[in-house]
């Protein structure tokens, strides 16, 4: 009785990982350039034969079943806002901007493209962090005059060349706050950069209040049948004594 009561503790355990990911999607609906994730389990055996095979995944367990949740990164496009900013930009198509961490040599990865110039005119993101060229250097504007970025990413100044946005690949990215992601870089991305715009996050509300009321109809499931368990626990220890 006890292993189907595991069971169902698991399922409960998922559905409110589950609920996390996408209150934190909703949480972020109007967070410029956020990424949704969507969650995904899976249930499976302990053990794969007998207790105390040797391909057994754990030996000496007594319990039934295991579980395993996941988050992936939904990369699809957000839709575009014009914004009329010369330093906003978007990107259309695949590609993360580089801008610096808190840490020394510490690079995150953003498709935030709300940048702006600090006292000292380095470009920086809307949180304030510099953001990085190709060399992997800040970026710095210092001059007066029409700043035009083109598709590449090339930062011009009254038709001298400025500094040109790092724009690259990241495998497998997770959120570190906000629109932030970190992960590995994979190479240079084939993006195109739109100026005077920015992207919007791609959460589709109405689809996350869909997927807290499924979530929450299989969570209150699990807990119903966790009381049943118990309750017929109760009633069997009950009886035993009545007997003895």
Excluded at 52 to 64: F, K
Excluded at 182 to 209: D, K, Y
């Amino acid at each position: 009785m006890y292993k189907g009561m595991y069971v169902a503790m698991t399922g409960s355990v998922l559905r409110s990982q589950e609920l996390d990911t996408i209150a934190n999607n909703l949480a972020n609906a109007s967070t410029v350039g956020y990424k949704r994730e969507s969650f995904s389990s899976t249930m499976y055996a302990v053990q794969s034969r007998n207790q105390g095979s040797p391909d057994s995944l754990y030996p000496d367990a007594r319990i039934m079943a295991m579980h395993s949740g996941k988050t992936f990164m939904d990369n699809s496009v957000g839709n575009m806002k014009s914004t009329g900013n010369p330093l906003d930009v978007a990107i259309n198509g695949e590609g993360y901007f580089a801008v610096q961490g808190p840490g020394a040599g510490q690079v995150f990865y953003t498709r935030n493209g709300v940048f702006g110039l600090d006292k000292e005119g380095f470009v920086v993101s809307s949180a304030g962090s510099k953001v990085l060229d190709t060399s992997d250097r800040p970026i710095r504007i210092t001059g007066e005059g029409l700043v035009n970025i083109l598709s590449d990413g090339s930062i011009n100044q009254n038709n001298a060349a400025v500094g040109k946005l790092k724009m690259v690949t990241v495998g497998n990215p997770w959120h570190v706050g906000g629109s932030l992601v970190s992960g590995t870089e994979t190479g240079p991305a084939r993006g195109e950069i739109v100026q005077g715009t920015v992207e919007m996050s791609n959460v589709n509300p109405m689809l996350e209040m869909v997927g807290i009321i499924n979530a929450l109809r299989e969570y209150e499931v699990s807990q119903k049948v966790i009381t049943n368990f118990d309750t017929l626990t109760q009633r069997a220890v009950t009886d035993i004594a009545k007997v003895g």
